[in-house]
């Protein structure tokens, strides 16, 4: 029996065949929507995936503006930021937060869903979340993806 037919492959940085996906947000449950971006940035679709090595895709989610918070969240829901001063905690409800930027609770329910590292850090630099449906990313020719199809 030969023993090198059947060695591990680790991906690296220069071995990674990096895509470029959009994923339309209009009518998806925001976690839903979340932790499939996730997963597609993170490179787990993948069989060469890798857990030290940033081998996921680049995703453009469009239409941020059209996602949905099941139950009460829209109301009951706090995205609490603060400054570092005393007294400089703040917090928004997630419909005023939807009012003024709705691109922040895509990015900040898919940014909770990756590592807490450095690597984590650099994937999330591979998400581009835009309001409405024109996106500038174009020249990548990025293939669309149908969330209801992906299991």
């Known amino acids: 029996m030969d023993t090198l037919s059947y060695k591990t492959v680790s991906a690296n940085k220069a071995t990674v065949n990096k895509e470029w996906v959009v994923i339309d947000a209009t009518g998806e449950v ?87 590292n450095r690597l984590g850090r650099s994937i999330y630099k591979n998400l581009k979340v835009v309001v409405g449906p024109d996106h500038k990313y174009q020249a990548q020719q990025p293939r669309i993806i149908d969330l209801n199809t992906i299991k």
């Open 30 to 116: 925001l976690g839903r929507l979340a932790s499939t971006a996730a997963r597609i940035l993170r490179g787990k679709h993948k069989p060469n995936y890798t857990p030290h090595v940033d081998c996921g895709d680049n995703v453009i989610v469009i239409n941020a503006e059209k996602v949905i918070l099941t139950g009460n969240k829209m109301d009951d829901k706090k995205y609490i930021r603060y400054s570092g001063y005393p007294g400089g905690q703040r917090s928004r409800t997630a419909h005023e937060v939807m009012v003024k930027f709705p691109e922040r609770i895509v990015e900040h329910a898919v940014k909770g869903m990756l590592p807490k």
